[in-house]
């Protein structure tokens, strides 16, 4: 089965780091636009931040300046490097593979859980 396996989630304080990784499982990550999603306990998934084939980046305005996608060629993985982290930061973290302008997402993980205590 196609898909993405995530890792990297955790429970930090207030202010602290996480770095999450994406491998594609059956692809390759460097073919793809690469997405990181989050979803909380009652509300809807929300596209966190992209990165496109060529490398290009966009976020979710409420992570800009404290998380960066990448993505590692040598260990095919998209990586998501989050900073100052708060408590809102909460969620279900998912990757998925897109299309060539990020629109459509597919290959979707089960998901990594990142908790951010006060």
């Known amino acids: 089965q196609v898909r993405s396996v995530e890792s990297g989630g955790g429970s930090v304080q207030t202010g602290g780091s996480l770095r999450l990784s994406c491998a594609g499982s059956g692809y390759i990550v460097g073919s793809y636009c690469m997405g990181w999603f989050r979803q909380a306990p009652g509300k809807t998934r929300e596209k966190v931040a992209t990165?496109?084939?060529?490398?290009?980046?966009k976020y979710e305005d409420s992570v800009k300046g404290r998380f960066t996608i990448s993505k590692d060629n040598a260990k095919r993985t998209a990586d998501l490097q989050m900073n100052s982290l708060k408590p809102e930061d909460t969620a279900m973290y998912y990757c998925?593979?897109?299309?060539?302008?990020?629109?459509?997402?597919?290959?979707w993980g089960q998901g990594t859980q990142v908790t951010v205590s006060s």
């Open positions: 990165i496109d084939r060529e490398g290009s980046t």
């Open positions: 998925a593979a897109g299309d060539r302008l990020c629109d459509t997402f597919w290959y």
